[in-house]
């Protein structure tokens, strides 16, 4: 029997916002791949192969060929498995024929929700790890950006960015900070104000909304 490469959504953060099916793969899993934080609030104590995530993907890719041969292995990824996750790296080590997916709530979807904004018309952007070209960033009325951010690219140097390329100070910003967590933090303010707030927001989602 040919076994299976799992790729598990666990959503933003808090079991209450993960699926059904995707808990239940982790839950019945023999061998589980992820994060620490994921492993730690996760991960069985008993007679359960573990695999923690870090930036040797390299030997992880080893660690579920290797598991592979005798099991199922189940990969929990943040969020939803295909937006920016490692499913990316999983389909370049293995065949298509040996994974299958599970969504998750994305953060991004997370938080537009939070903030009450339709998102069937909005760009979506990561800066987590990398950047956008400035001109992909000009401003237009009307234009909504939903951005995964990073510790360089956080809730202070995004807005000056736009700022600087012309969005208006008054534009909609909002800072989805923690989400799903019992500190979830949901700002809304506005590109001009966001230079004045006391904290720099790393772990966010930011929404900017043009008039
Ligand atoms: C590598 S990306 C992973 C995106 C993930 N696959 C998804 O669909 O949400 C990591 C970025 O997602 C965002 N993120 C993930 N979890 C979050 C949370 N609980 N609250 C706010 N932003 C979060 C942050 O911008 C973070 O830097």
């Known amino acids: 029997m040919e076994h299976k490469i799992i790729v598990v959504g666990i959503g933003p953060g808090s079991a209450d916002y993960m699926i059904p099916a ?10 589980l791949v992820g994060g620490s934080r994921a492993i730690e609030q996760y991960g069985q104590e008993k007679g359960q192969k573990q695999c ?3 930036a040797d993907i390299s030997s992880v890719m080893d ?6 041969q005798y099991h199922d292995v189940v990969v929990m990824v943040s969020g939803d498995p295909g937006y920016y996750s490692l ?3 999983v389909k370049r080590s293995f065949e298509d024929s ?4 599970i969504p998750g709530l994305s953060a991004m979807q997370v938080a537009f929700c939070k903030l009450g904004l339709p998102w069937h018309n909005a760009e979506l952007m990561s800066m987590h ?3 956008v070209a400035k001109e992909k ?3 237009k009325p ?14 202070k140097t995004i807005p000056a960015l736009l700022l600087s390329l012309g969005w208006p100070a008054d534009t909609m910003l909002g800072i989805c900070s923690r989400l799903s967590y019992e500190d979830e933090l949901i700002i809304k303010t506005t590109l001009g104000e966001a230079e004045d707030l006391k904290k720099t927001f790393l772990s966010c989602v930011l929404v900017v909304k043009a008039k």
Do not use: P, W
């Not at 040996?98 to 997916?101: D, F, K, P, T």
């Open 22 to 31: 995707a808990l239940k793969t982790i839950t019945e899993a023999k061998v």
């Open 52 to 54: 923690v995530i870090r």
């Open 63 to 68: 660690f579920i060929a290797r598991e592979l």
């Open 87 to 89: 499913l990316d790296a």
């Open 98 to 101: 040996q994974i299958e997916v």
């Open 129 to 131: 790890g990398r950047t």
């Open 137 to 139: 960033l000009r401003y």
């Open 142 to 155: 009307g234009r909504t950006i939903g951005f995964l951010t990073d510790g360089k690219n956080n809730s």
